[in-house]
Every structure is written in C-alpha cells, then in structure tokens.
C-alpha cells in the first residue's frame, strides 16, 4: 500500500529576522498510509504543529520534501489537489467559519471551487449529517456551543471530500464535553476509512489514535501504537509529557489489588475492566 504522505528529511526553521532563524524541524521522515488515524503529541515548543501545516503543504521545508498523493508540496501549481487530499480543521473553529448559517458555511468552499449547485447541496447534506449536525443547518454559527462549531468547520472541510483530515490542536479549546463529541467524529470517520492526523497535547485523545508519533526538539523520538508507547512512563515524564490519567488510575489500583490490569489506556477499557472486577468480587462474596 502507498503512503498517502511521506515526509522525507524535513528540515525547517522560521525566520526571526535577516540574521536569525530558529531551527524547528530537524531532518523529520515517517509516512502516513490510507486508513490510519495518527497521533502527533510533544510539548509545547516541540515543533508538532509546525510539522502538521507541512502536511498539506501550508509551509513547506528548507531541506527534504512532503508527497501527498505523489504531488511535491514544494509545487505551487499543485496546491489545491494537494489540499483537496489533504483538509486541516484548526484549533479555533471561529477563525473558519465565515459565514452567517450553517450551511452556508459549509458550502463555502465547494462554491470557490465551482461545484454544480445540485452536487453542492448532496455534499454539504452528507457532511452535516455525518458530524450530526444536520438539524442546525439553518442556525447561526455564533448561537452554537465550541464543540458545535468545531463540527460545523470538521463538516465544512469534509464537504471538500479530502483522503486525509488533520486536526492541528482541534479540541484545546473545548470543553471535556466538547473534546469528547469531536473525538467520536473523528474516530466515526476513521471508521468508515478516513485518515486521520490528530496534533494534540491531551494524552487521553492521543490514546484513541491507533499510532503516536512523539516529536521533541524538532525530531522523532518514539513512534508506535499508543499501548507501546505509553509504557515509557519515564521518558515521557522526561519530555514534559504524561501517560493519561486512566493509565495512571489504573497504576494505582493495581498497586492495591494485583488482579487489576494496569495496561489500560482508554475510559472503556477502565470500566470494562472494572465491571469485570466487580463480577469477580461478587461470585466470591456468592
């Protein structure tokens, strides 16, 4: 199967002025394949973000290159099929949305590109209904909660049926409430084959990814499936990064009742496990 990205020896850095540039990317390489859904996590200043807007050729390296779909995002002259690939939802829904309802909102971008009316209305249909926001089609944005708006802009960008949705800190700014909502569409679309990339610092999100990617100091330091490396609690201490709070939950439940497993990473393992304890318990007490 062929990546439908691939960074290879990506360097950047961000010019502060003639004289002084700041190195945040240093020789970055990793491939994304259909169908995956990737975590990037690192602290603040890692340089994740930076790498999510190489992605879909928002910035593009000083060294090395990014191929989307075999498109060079180094070619101005295939910007837009490199972002008809790959679409970005950005941490603030509010600077995406531009337009005073709902599904207006949502076709702005098919009417930039010329989409017949009819094709027009079915997608803009389709992408509503699959962040299940179709009975606010006919609201204003503003009258909407963050996690509402933040499915309208997630809508707006899959109406442009892209391969690939990367979510550049799309939930920082939600409540739990919120997060949770936009982190079931994702894995939704995920589910019925969407790529996805989730940027992120909230390490609960980063478990539901089935790959994490840790980036320190402009490099790769782990990259793996979030049970591997969420067993490097020290290391990841040592990078400013934590385990989630299930994990170190059910740490120290185990300390306690050794029968407890305490390689869980994500709230339905904890309670599956817990429901699974108490079953135990009571068969005992019978």
């Given at each position: 199967?062929?990546?439908?990205i691939?960074v290879?020896?990506?360097?950047f850095s961000?010019?502060i002025?003639e004289k002084t540039?700041v190195?945040v990317?240093k020789?970055?390489?990793f491939?994304i394949?259909?169908?995956?859904?990737?975590a990037?996590?690192?602290?603040?200043?890692?340089?994740?973000?930076?790498?999510?807007?190489?992605l879909?050729g928002?910035?593009?390296?000083?060294?090395?290159?990014?191929w989307v779909r075999g498109y060079?995002t180094?070619?101005q002259t295939?910007?837009?099929e490199?972002r008809?690939?790959?679409?970005?939802?950005?941490?603030h829904?509010?600077?995406q949305?531009v337009?005073t309802i709902v599904?207006?909102?949502?076709?702005?971008?098919?009417?930039?590109?010329?989409?017949?009316?009819?094709e027009?209305?079915?997608?803009?249909d389709e992408a509503?209904e699959?962040?299940?926001?179709?009975?606010f089609?006919?609201?204003?944005?503003?009258h909407?909660s963050?996690g509402?708006?933040?499915?309208?802009?997630?809508?707006?960008?899959?109406?442009?049926?892209p391969?690939?949705i990367?979510?550049?800190?799309?939930?920082?700014?939600?409540?739990?409430?919120g997060?949770?909502e936009?982190?079931?569409?994702?894995?939704?679309?995920n589910?019925?084959g969407?790529?996805?990339?989730?940027?992120t610092?909230?390490?609960?999100?980063?478990?539901e990814?089935?790959r994490?990617?840790v980036?320190?100091d402009?490099?790769i330091?782990?990259?793996?499936p979030p049970?591997?490396?969420?067993q490097h609690k020290?290391?990841?201490?040592?990078?400013?990064l934590?385990?989630p709070a299930i994990s170190q939950?059910?740490?120290l439940i185990n300390?306690?009742l050794?029968d407890f497993?305490k390689?869980?990473?994500?709230?339905?393992?904890?309670?599956?496990e817990?429901?699974?304890?108490?079953?135990?318990?009571r068969?005992?007490v019978?």
């Amino acid at each position: 199967m062929k990546p439908i990205i691939s960074v290879e020896n990506v360097s950047f850095s961000y010019k502060i002025n003639e004289k002084t540039k700041v190195s945040v990317l240093k020789n970055i390489s990793f491939s994304i394949l259909p169908g995956e859904y990737v975590a990037i996590i690192g602290h603040n200043g890692s340089g994740k973000s930076t790498l999510s807007k190489h992605l879909n050729g928002i910035l593009t390296p000083d060294d090395g290159d990014v191929w989307v779909r075999g498109y060079n995002t180094r070619e101005q002259t295939k910007k837009r099929e490199i972002r008809r690939t790959v679409g970005t939802v950005f941490q603030h829904p509010d600077n995406q949305i531009v337009a005073t309802i709902v599904e207006e909102d949502v076709a702005f971008g098919l009417e930039n590109i010329g989409v017949p009316r009819e094709e027009m209305k079915k997608r803009v249909d389709e992408a509503l209904e699959t962040v299940n926001m179709l009975p606010f089609r006919l609201r204003p944005p503003h009258h909407l909660s963050g996690g509402q708006k933040q499915r309208v802009a997630i809508a707006g960008v899959l109406a442009m049926k892209p391969d690939c949705i990367v979510f550049d800190e799309a939930t920082s700014m939600l409540d739990s409430f919120g997060r949770k909502e936009v982190l079931q569409v994702m894995r939704e679309m995920n589910n019925a084959g969407m790529t996805i990339v989730t940027v992120t610092h909230h390490m609960s999100e980063a478990a539901e990814a089935d790959r994490i990617i840790v980036i320190e100091d402009g490099q790769i330091v782990m990259d793996g499936p979030p049970r591997e490396i969420f067993q490097h609690k020290q290391e990841l201490e040592e990078l400013q990064l934590e385990v989630p709070a299930i994990s170190q939950l059910a740490g120290l439940i185990n300390r306690q009742l050794n029968d407890f497993s305490k390689d869980l990473i994500k709230e339905s393992e904890f309670i599956a496990e817990v429901e699974k304890f108490a079953k135990g318990v009571r068969k005992e007490v019978g």
